[in-house]
């Protein structure tokens, strides 16, 4: 019985309405980020990224905004600087909730590309204004370079596609 009863008194506080805390208005995203190559490019090994984005929160369940980022491919040793649009749905309102976050855009810096960075994750409130999430993401980044030769001055153009993860902080 002391067991049916706590796990109905957890299932409340986990399933407990948090709208107050998402209410409509400004809201802001912080992310680190890890992706391992699943293409087949040159671009073997591991992307390293971090991103913000700053935006509204129209209700509980849906954010739109925008931001930026910067991502490092380590066996390239290519910098991309993403510019993108992001939309966030939160698919419940709860202290815990599974989300779907897509982050989309262009890249600049020393190749520039479009850029597209699903993700589907889980944020947990930690404390009244902040929600720590934890998601499994894939990205994809187009690389388009002007390459210099003597004879012929040519655009090398390629995608890399990553799988990984990301730990961030929303407020």
Do not use: W
């Amino acid at each position: 019985m002391k067991r049916i009863f706590f796990l109905l008194i957890t299932l409340f506080v986990i399933t407990q309405s948090y709208s107050q805390n998402r209410n409509k208005g400004y809201r802001g995203f912080a992310d680190l980020g890890a992706h391992f190559n699943i293409g087949d490019t040159d671009a073997k090994g591991t992307s390293y990224n971090v991103s913000t984005s700053h935006g509204y929160q129209f209700n509980p369940h849906i954010f739109l905004g925008g931001g930026a980022g910067f991502d490092y491919y380590s066996d390239a040793e290519e910098v991309f600087i993403p510019l993108f649009a992001n939309i966030r749905l939160n698919l419940l309102d709860s202290k815990v909730s599974p989300y779907f976050d897509l982050k989309a855009g262009y890249s600049v810096g020393q190749s520039c590309g479009i850029y597209a960075n699903p993700s589907l994750g889980v944020g947990i409130f930690i404390s009244p204004k902040y929600v720590l999430n934890l998601s499994v993401s894939c990205v994809a980044q187009e690389s388009e370079r002007s390459v210099d030769h003597p004879i012929d001055n040519s655009i090398f153009r390629r995608i890399m596609l990553g799988a990984g993860f990301k730990i961030g902080l929303e407020f």
